[in-house]
């Protein structure tokens, strides 16, 4: 397939970039990020989105991400200072948003040109855990609100083949109104956790939720009580029940 934006052609199949009739040298990770983008541009790509489907996972470096973004956009005559075709939208992601169509036909014949969206469904085992709310009038609550919801973000990117939005970009959601769906397109997750806690005196009760992303339908929820010295227990607890419910 051939996906065509201005003057440039992207041959996906052939891992070729044309601008009009001049082929683009591209380096291969390069031109993987840049077809990502394309085939998801009706939302933003967040930095773990990237790194999780272009580099498999591996660890990679902020300074590696950002030379091969420039790199794309180099590619495509784009700028960061520009950015009329990918766009950084600051501790979001990027997005893709030039007007984008598919060529069909060969080189014999004037090919047709169709509108396409190219949507990646998110990979199964993909979540993102949301700030937890802090449900008591003790702001120093807060703080442990933020710590258990950072600590199962970490819990659950331990779990073998699980994707997990880092915690930086899921506390952008905080203090937004929730729609799970619109979080799901935008992070590329099936998967929601979102929850709340609530303190007295040396007790404390947490409230979990599992939503599907696709389809706001909640799989799991379930409440929690605990001695606040028992809270790594029920952090795990917690990540157990997450894990049983998810077929891990």
Known sequence: MEICFG????????RELRHGTE????EPQVFDLLVYLIRNRDRVVSK???????WG????????LTSHIHAARKAIGDSGEAQRLIRTLPRKGFRFIGTVQ???GDSQSAPTTVS????VAAPRLSIVVLPFTNLSDDREQQYFADGISEDLTTDLSRLENMFVISRNTAFTYRSKPIDTKQIGRELGVRYVLEGSVRGSGNRVRVSAQLIDAATDAH???????????DLFALQNEITTRLANTLGI
């Open 7 to 14: 003057e440039h052609r992207l041959d996906v199949d052939r």
């Open 23 to 26: 082929l683009i040298a591209v």
């Open 116 to 119: 396409i969206s190219l949507p």
């Open 102 to 104: 598919a060529a069909q």
């Open 219 to 229: 799989l799991w929820a379930e409440r929690f009580d605990s001695d606040t010295v």
């Open 48 to 54: 773990d989105d990237l790194i999780a489907n272009v």
């Open 57 to 64: 996972g591996r660890i990679v470096s902020e300074s590696t």
